[in-house]
């Protein structure tokens, strides 16, 4: 079974945000996941910098090439 809860690390204890309904001395497994902070528009400014510096063309080139399937599957197999 797996289950995905929010909880909030202090003073070396994690602490579950909702009730776990799990048997007393139950041995689980934790995979800790920091949700991000970056925002939209710094993600955004990421893929604007892919971009930079290049000509139209350039980008029309690159969007052209990323677009054509025929490059990226094997024919005849």
């Known amino acids: ?18 009730p ?25 400014q990421g893929w604007r910098s892919v971009y930079e510096g290049l000509s139209e063309e350039d980008i029309s080139e690159i969007e052209r090439i990323a677009l054509d399937r025929s490059r990226f599957m094997r024919q005849g197999t």
């Open 1 to 18: 079974m797996e289950r995905v809860v929010e909880a909030v690390y202090e003073n070396g204890v994690l602490t579950p945000l909702e």
């Open 20 to 44: 776990l309904n799990l048997p007393e001395h139950l041995r689980v497994q934790i995979t800790i996941q920091i949700p991000s902070t970056r925002t939209p528009e710094d993600v955004l």
